[in-house]
């Protein structure tokens, strides 16, 4: 029986643990492409070894949270949902982790003109990620505040989209010094940018819907 | 020959496990909070445990009812209550045995001249219509009151399932007992004047003739829920409303109390000493009690997601089936009189000579072969039981190995 076991206390903090990888895994994000804007490559190596070992760990944590729900039978009629909801944000981290070893191996070059456009592109398309882990905790004890806490994503990704527009447009528009092959590189990186604000919103989809069904 | 009357009885609980033991665990394992297997284990310890400790009160009201007093009269009641009650549990329909024994009941006073205590037949009918009404009250009380723990404390929601789950397992047991206690007299009521054995020391307990009975019938509902109570667990669990964890928890307790209410001679003693009527020690319909809190639930809720079709099948099969077993128990009765030359009735002197000659003659060696009987089976249940906690633990510790094995070679 749960209640003389400690599988729910461990489960619990296993929860916390894996969204605490998760939003940290978004300030690494931020951080280590404001080094790599600065050209600052030591700092950069440090955090993407870090955004490695972050998704590591999550992957880990997710499987051992999938594993704890369905052998101690937790949740059973919610465990599709938020297995489906870890495993939608184990994707954020994973987008991460592949966007700063895009980096690492393509080592895009970026023109001076464009890195505050980069660096703020990373701030909305990482606030959208980081707005969905408060939701994603409030799903588990006051699932009726759920909903509002999704404005934020929502709104993030929407100003993600726009950025990533406007950057693209100053892109191809503007800047006639880039050949086409550099801006098509340039359009790769912003959509791996913008890909982590898109995989937030498809979790805030996911978790909405789920909300609803445990407040009714 | 008298063994293998009281094999109908044991069928009627065999039948009695498989369809109103499930109304206990159906909205857990229904909510898959508790897995079956560990519903059917506690449901049937604690089922035994009610129908020997107190299951005496309600059978003195189905006595009234009619007074089967021919052991042939005791298994064709038994018998035709047990068919009618199979039938319905095939078609997964949650009616009780309750309804089914009574309706026999009804059918044997009508074929042997004796007159139904009308009395008796309203309090009993009185209590199938106050039992879902005050079930569904009870349920929608409880329901309110946990919505409104569960947002006021901030609980996690892992942790309040996992309390939901444990409370569901408790009241679970809780329920049983009393479906036990008030429900083994429709099983064994009916043999309880034909048999008058020793007592049986258990060293720990000492069982008179009716709790043995009642063990043995309690054996018998335990073995219907193991093996045959699935189906109608699955349609109460989901098929008339799908039920929340809490939902669960609440549809569970509602129909405990009230089935605790009906059965506690305590309780009924306790409210006449403060000036209250007595309640009646009537046999309850837990099919009933249970609709009642379910559908109380889904009006509190808004009605809109209670399937009334599924609905309308039960309240037809509740009428039913107390028509079906009597008109069953009138036509097996006609057979055994007639055919068979069994006598279902003891109306003239003669024949209660002749019964009480027969009942002293095998007094000793049916004592005997029930007490060894009983033993058996207990000791049986118990290996059985603690091989399937072992084997699960096992279970549990190879999976933890496997994961522990995966996690080093990832490394």
């Not at chain 2, 569904?136 to 404390?153: E, S």
């Amino acid at each position: 029986m749960p209640v003389f076991t400690r599988t729910t206390k461990k489960l619990i903090i296993k929860l916390d643990d894996f969204f605490d990888n998760v939003d940290l895994s978004l300030l690494v994000f931020r951080e280590a492409l404001k080094a790599y804007l600065n050209k600052d490559m030591p700092s950069f190596t440090r955090h993407l070894q870090k955004a490695d070992s972050l998704e590591k760990n999550a992957d880990r944590l997710q499987r051992e949270i999938e594993n704890d729900m369905i052998t101690h039978s937790i949740l059973p009629q919610h465990r599709g949902d938020v297995i489906q909801l870890i495993e939608q944000i184990d994707e954020i981290i994973d987008g991460v982790k592949s966007t700063l070893y895009e980096f690492d191996i393509e080592i895009p070059e970026i023109p001076q003109k464009l890195s505050n456009s980069f660096i703020n592109l990373a701030e909305v398309s990482a606030s959208a990620g980081e707005e969905l882990l408060p939701a994603a905790r409030a799903y588990f004890k006051t699932p009726f505040t759920v909903r509002e806490k999704l404005l934020k994503v929502y709104y993030f990704e929407s100003e993600t989209d726009k950025v990533a527009y406007d950057l693209k447009k100053l892109i191809f528009h503007e800047m006639p010094e880039l050949d086409l092959a550099h801006k098509a590189h340039l359009r790769y990186i912003i959509h791996h940018i913008e890909k982590i604000s898109d995989l937030a919103q498809k979790a805030a989809d996911l978790l909405s819907g789920m909300a609803i069904k445990i407040v009714i | 020959m008298i063994l293998f009357f009281l094999t109908s009885g044991l069928f009627l609980g065999w039948s009695l496990g498989a369809n109103d033991a499930s109304h206990v665990f159906g909205s857990a394992v229904g909510s898959k909070m508790v897995t079956f297997r560990k519903a059917a284990i506690i449901a049937s310890i604690f089922f035994i445990l009610g129908a020997v400790l107190q299951g005496s009160g309600t059978s003195h009201t189905l006595s009234k009812l009619g007074s089967v007093n021919a052991i042939g009269g005791s298994f064709t009641v038994a018998l035709a209550a047990g068919i009618t009650n199979y039938m319905m549990t095939k078609f997964a329909f949650p009616i009780s045995t309750t309804q089914a024994i009574v309706g026999a009941i009804i059918g044997w006073n009508l074929f042997t001249g004796n007159s139904t205590d009308s009395k008796t037949l309203s309090t009993i009918v009185a209590a199938w219509v106050a039992g879902p009404v005050i079930g569904a009250l009870f349920a929608v009380l409880l329901y309110i009151g946990i919505r409104k723990f569960k947002r006021h404390v901030k609980i996690h929601l892992i942790r309040f399932e996992s309390y939901i789950k444990t409370g569901l397992i408790i009241v679970g047991a809780f329920g049983s007992y009393s479906l036990g206690a008030n429900n083994i007299a429709n099983v064994m009521g009916v043999f309880v004047p034909a048999f008058n054995l020793n007592d049986l020391d258990l060293g720990f307990i000492t069982l008179n003739s009716a709790q043995q009975l009642f063990l043995l019938g309690g054996f018998a509902i335990a073995t219907g829920i193991i093996t045959y109570s699935w189906k109608v667990m699955d349609t109460l669990g989901s098929n008339i409303l799908e039920l929340s964890a809490e939902a669960a928890l609440v549809v569970v307790l509602a129909q405990s109390l009230v089935l605790f209410i009906f059965s506690s001679s305590a309780l009924s003693a306790l409210g006449v000493s403060i000036g209250l009527p007595p309640i009646p020690m009537v046999p309850v319909s837990s099919s009933q009690v249970i609709v009642g809190c379910i559908i109380g639930i889904g009006l509190y809720k808004g009605a809109r997601n209670i399937k009334f079709k599924v609905l309308g099948e039960i309240a037809l099969a509740w009428i039913i089936s107390p028509v079906a077993s009597g008109l069953l128990t009138f036509f097996l009765l006609f057979f055994m009189k007639n055919l068979f030359g069994i006598e279902v009735d003891h109306n003239s002197a003669a024949d209660i000579t002749v019964s009480e000659d027969y009942t002293t003659l095998t007094d000793y060696s049916i004592s005997a072969i029930i007490k060894y009987l009983l033993l058996g089976i207990s000791i049986f249940g118990t290996i059985g039981t603690t091989l399937y906690f072992l084997l699960e633990r096992k279970k549990k510790r190879d999976l933890q190995k496997s994961e522990e094995r995966f996690w080093m070679n990832m490394k």
